[in-house]
């Protein structure tokens, strides 16, 4: 089993920015591809961005390219999401996810359903 815990939510102005952390325990030896996607109220759960277990691949919603930037640590078993220029439009909960899913297909790696393990969410408000 695998636990991912988001942290690093806010509240931050419209400009701001903002940079949230995911840690994983639980069977870490194994090698995943993770990802963040978030869910304002009343819509469905979005893709926000993605890497692949080795970093070379990274992909990024169009609404948040030129903004943020996902990362990784494995040896710290830790992803990250540095957001800036952040919109009101930002606001929702961010999750980070976890897919057994190893190869490239963009369409593949940005739907939920990839996914497998998923954090439990941290709120992001920006304030206009």
């Known amino acids: 089993q695998v636990q991912l815990v988001e942290s690093g939510g806010g509240l931050v102005q419209a400009g701001g920015s903002l940079s949230l952390s995911c840690a994983t325990s639980g069977r870490t030896n194994s090698t995943y591809t993770k990802g963040w996607f978030r869910q304002a109220p009343g819509k469905e759960r979005e893709f926000v961005a993605a890497i692949t277990w080795n970093s070379v691949n990274s992909y990024y919603a169009d609404s948040v390219k030129g903004r943020f930037t996902i990362s990784r640590d494995n040896a710290k078993n830790t992803m990250y999401l540095q957001m800036n220029s952040l919109k009101p439009e930002d606001t929702a909960i961010y999750y980070c996810?976890?897919?057994?899913?190893?190869?490239?297909?963009?369409?593949?790696?940005?739907?939920?359903?990839?996914?497998?393990?998923w954090g439990q969410g941290t709120q992001v408000t920006v304030s206009s």
């Open positions: 996810a976890a897919a057994l899913y190893l190869g490239t297909v963009r369409t593949i790696l940005t739907v939920p359903r990839t996914y497998v393990y």
